[in-house]
């Protein structure tokens, strides 16, 4: 099995964010932040495998991992946001969907393992 570096962030009290800006401008930020955070996965060689406020990404390399989390972090202060990162470097099982089922809604690329909780449960523990 091939060993990647799998990286997941979570906007902090992102439900708030949501509730206090309302739909609209909530989108607008979003946008935004999926904007500046996408540069930095392309810079730093990443893959985005999922989304939702935050991202599931995967790295051949830890540094690169570390490299986009740092910068990612000094993004978000100027749209005002603070996220929780958790990484974990381990052996992942990587699953391609097939077409017709990525047309319907599936993720082109599917994740598998241990290392995959391992790494979302790294980030729950983040401050």
Request: charged share 25%; net charge neutral.
């Amino acid at each position: 099995m091939p060993v990647h570096a799998l990286l997941f962030s979570d906007v902090v009290d992102s439900t708030s964010i949501v509730e206090r800006l309302g739909d609209t401008a909530a989108a607008a930020l979003w946008t935004e932040h999926d904007r500046l955070a996408r540069a930095l996965i392309e810079r730093h060689r990443g893959r985005e495998i999922d989304r939702s406020d935050g991202f599931f990404l995967l790295f051949d390399a830890c540094a690169d991992a570390a490299a986009f989390a740092a910068d990612y972090h000094t993004a978000l202060r100027s749209l005002q946001l603070v996220a929780r990162v958790g990484i974990h470097h381990a052996p992942v099982t990587l699953r391609t969907n097939p077409p017709e089922a990525v047309a319907r809604g599936a993720k082109p690329l599917e994740v598998e393992g241990l290392a995959k909780p391992l790494a979302a449960r790294v980030m729950s523990l983040a401050r």
